[in-house]
């Protein structure tokens, strides 16, 4: 068992004025591997002012872009070799598979090496010439509060921290409940690689923490991937506050398989976009639409595809689906799925828990068909491993049934015809889109609209959203001072 009885607040580790803490629960073995404090105002407000008086005093954000990401670099270059041991942190607090994990936390370093290289070749003014001259700068928005979610525990606080300190700003960074024992060697490779004291800080709690981390006045900028539902609480109170936010939420993503799709080409991209992570992604392609000529066929492919799983230990070599991060959201898994059949859907693969794993919360891959996109399973995001399966008759109606959704988080075409594929990604209303594959690609902007949220994680963007532009109307002599 891993016990951490620290936090990182104004400048170092101490233990926290609350004596709460947060179990970590396996969930293949349903025991306690870990404890974490579960900190209350007293510890956020440190962690803010901390963060507050650091950024005002300019100890990281006055440093070049060159000097900050040459420290960030070399955080990344510690926590490289460590990538099998953090690994098994992943696996053990939240089911990703071992045959996984080094593959995913690896493209967590890449995708921290990424956001450093923007940063080195972003430019931090411009200057405009036209009827009047200035220059447009670029400035680290300030403070900034992360929350993390848990589903992609390591990669997610590289997302989230290595852009925000990038940019020169200051953070306070809160990994999920369920998954907070990943983040403190992250913190402890910045720490040692040179990021200055109070610079970063790290507090760790369930909802009532995030909750004052969120409103605290001294939180220029909030950083938050989870539910739309908490999404919406967060909205709410940047909203009141005028702070800035970036909200990346849930998703109900269609992926429309036209007539002339080769099976045997985009079955792993849609099986691996619905059964990925054992659901556990806002990304997932959860409606799989079908044309009614080859819907037979379709079904029969995902029916095998789920089939082909194999689901158990997570530290198992063999496993390629693990179990379900929690109790509760298995409970939430099988509630959607009963829904589902009272509703009139059927069930064609899976369905229940798996034979012989009695401990464990785990979920036979499920597939759906029988369904309409008016039934909750259809409409509600389910982040679980479900697929529902919806026949359509022409391509516009599969366009308008993937846009007939409240989230508009990815989608996806498997078709031929590139062409084809071109209208119908510009014919869905969604921040993210794939052609014939499942692609999470971290150098272009990721991210939704309507209730799967505000801004961009990724890309150039995930990295200047941590700017704020100033406009500074000059004199032509000043030109030089800017660098033009």
């Known amino acids: 068992m891993i016990t951490e009885d620290r936090i990182l607040v104004e400048g170092g580790w101490r233990a926290p004025a609350s004596r709460e803490t947060v179990q970590v629960i396996s969930p293949s073995t349903e025991g306690v591997i870990g404890q974490v404090p579960d900190v209350g105002p007293a510890d956020v407000d440190a962690a803010v002012k901390g963060a507050r008086r650091s950024f005002d005093e300019g100890v990281w954000r006055r440093r070049s ?3 900050r990401t040459d420290v960030l670099g070399r955080a990344l270059d510690m926590l490289e070799p460590q990538i099998e041991e953090i690994g098994k942190l992943v696996t ?7 045959s996984m994990s080094g593959q995913v936390l690896a493209s967590g370093i890449a995708t921290g090496r990424y956001f450093l290289d923007v940063a080195r070749n972003e430019p931090v003014s411009e200057v405009r010439r036209g009827q009047t001259l200035a220059v447009v700068v670029r400035e680290p928005v300030g403070v900034v509060a992360s929350i993390a979610p848990w589903n992609g525990p390591f990669n997610s606080s ?3 921290i290595f852009p925000a300190l990038a940019a020169g700003c200051g953070m306070v960074y809160k990994p999920a409940p369920e998954t907070p024992l990943d983040s403190f060697p992250v913190v402890e490779a910045l720490l040692a690689a040179g990021v200055p004291a109070g610079v970063l800080n790290l507090v760790t709690g369930g ?10 006045p001294g939180v220029d900028k909030v950083s938050f991937t989870g539910s739309t539902a908490t999404g919406r609480e967060i909205g709410g109170e940047c909203g009141r506050s005028f702070k800035r936010m970036q909200l990346e939420l849930g998703g109900k993503s269609a992926a429309i398989v036209l007539d002339d799709a080769d099976l045997s080409i985009s079955l792993p991209g849609l099986a691996g976009g619905a059964f990925f992570n054992t659901g556990q992604v806002c990304a997932s392609y959860s409606r799989i639409l079908a044309p009614r000529s080859r819907f037979d066929e379709v079904a029969e492919a995902m029916v095998a595809a789920a089939e082909s799983f194999v689901v158990g230990d997570p530290f198992d070599p063999a496993t390629t689906l693990g179990p379900l991060v929690s109790q509760r959201q298995r409970e939430r898994v099988e509630h959607a799925i009963a829904t589902g059949i009272d509703e009139g859907a059927k069930v064609v693969a899976g369905g229940g828990r798996p034979d012989g794993l009695e401990k464990g919360w785990y979920m ?12 909750t399973i259809s409409r509600e995001e389910i982040f679980g491993p479900v697929a529902v399966l919806l026949p359509y008759d022409t ?14 988080l ?18 869905v209303r969604t921040g993210s889109f794939s052609v014939n594959s499942y692609t999470y690609n971290v150098e272009a902007p990721f991210g939704g609209v309507k209730a799967s949220g505000v801004g961009r994680d990724t890309g150039r963007e995930g990295l200047t959203s941590f700017y704020e532009l100033k406009t ?9 001072l800017y660098g033009a």
């Open 65 to 67: 872009v060159e000097e």
């Open 92 to 98: 053990g607090q939240m089911g990703l598979p071992t």
């Open 158 to 160: 590289i997302t989230k």
């Open 207 to 216: 909802g009532d923490t995030g909750r004052a981390l969120v409103a605290h």
């Open 364 to 375: 036979q891959p499920t597939v759906f068909v029988g369904a309409s996109n008016a039934m």
């Open 395 to 408: 391509v516009e109606e599969a366009v308008a049934i993937a846009n007939d959704s409240d989230y508009g």
């Open 410 to 427: 990815h989608g996806a075409v498997f078709t031929t015809d590139e062409e084809r594929a071109a209208q119908v990604a510009a014919g």
């Open 472 to 480: 500074i109307n000059i004199t032509p002599g000043m030109e030089p």
